[in-house]
């Protein structure tokens, strides 16, 4: 049958109920999903882990504050020398007829290292020694007649005289030959040669340089403050750039007792064993130990904080960092001594330390406490 103009208004009144009850439907199922768990936040309705999370743990590596030997020492810088040094000269003039040494070569004191020509010496010794016999001979028979009153005692006494003055000429002229062989003044190592076979020598003239490198100097300048700790035969330790891992042991010689108004510093000497490697003039790093604690409490140097206050550490206490505030006592290479602030046992950052706050959570690394010290006896 055609629909008619009449039932049309039932049927969109009819349309309309449907669709409000499929739209409330939906609305009952969605807030019953969020009820069962469903939401923004995640499955269950728990929030994401991480968005509640604190700051992370910042990862550090410790060393453990331990008891070892410490020594107190004062370190300084200079350059080695010889314990004594000579230019040698000729006395004379003449032609180099042998030259005896050379650079390198280890002389003895007195030992000859030039000869020079010495002919017009031998003459004049010749010619003083005849002078000398002649005049003995005068003398000897002025004696015996001046006994039976035949010379008076005045041309006895004027012999006498120039017999005297005749036996001076003689040594002179010895004296002069003696010259003609130049001979080392001190026992040593001959650094410099300024001669050859054929040379003239002249007088007073420069021919070598000996240095005695069986002791090896050095002069530290110390400063007034350390004059009470530093004494004579306190060991000193050396080391030489030029001779990289090698240690020489020495000690101190002598002390200046005398401080410099200028500088405000006084002078220390120390000596070494030469003969070996050393060698004047080699620049040397210094270390006399002055002082010694045999079970002093120490942490590594690396540890300390350089932030321009008082000394301090970080010690790990409860997996955060605590700043502690240290008085120290000994540095002696890569470990201080602490006076007062920790206690054996510690914990103290030695790495990572510059992200670190006081109360800043830590993460130790494993296998990081291995830096901890030993005892002395260890």
Known sequence: MPTTTADRPGRTLQFARLSLLAIALGLAT????????GGANGPGG?????????PEAVPVEVATAGQRSISASYNGTAALEARADAQVVSKTSGIALKVLADVGQHVS????????????????????DAQVRKLEANYRRATQLAEQKMVSANDVDQLRFDLDNARAQLRMAKLELAYGNVTAPISGVVATRDIK??????????????VDTSRLEATLNVPEREIEVLKAGQPVQLLVDALPGK????????????????S??????????????????MFGRIKIRYDQRADALVIPRNALLEDGNAPAVFVVRGGKAARATLKLGYDDGPWVEVRSGLKAGDQVVVAGKSALRDGSAVKVLDGAASAQPAKAAQ
């Open 197 to 210: 076979p054929g040379n003239f020598v002249q007088i007073n003239t420069p021919i070598f340089t000996i």
């Open 247 to 262: 240690t020489f042991d020495g000690k101190i010689d002598r002390v200046s007792p005398v401080v410099d108004a200028g």
């Open 30 to 37: 969605f807030g019953l999903a969020a009820c069962k768990g």
């Open 46 to 54: 728990k929030l994401d882990p991480k968005a509640d999370k604190g």
């Open 109 to 128: 004191a007195g030992q000859t290292l030039v000869s020079i020509d010495r002919d017009r010496a031998v003459l004049q010794q010749a010619q003083a």
């Open 264 to 281: 405000g510093t006084f002078r220390v000497i120390s000596a070494f064993d030469g003969g070996g490697l050393l060698q004047p003039g």
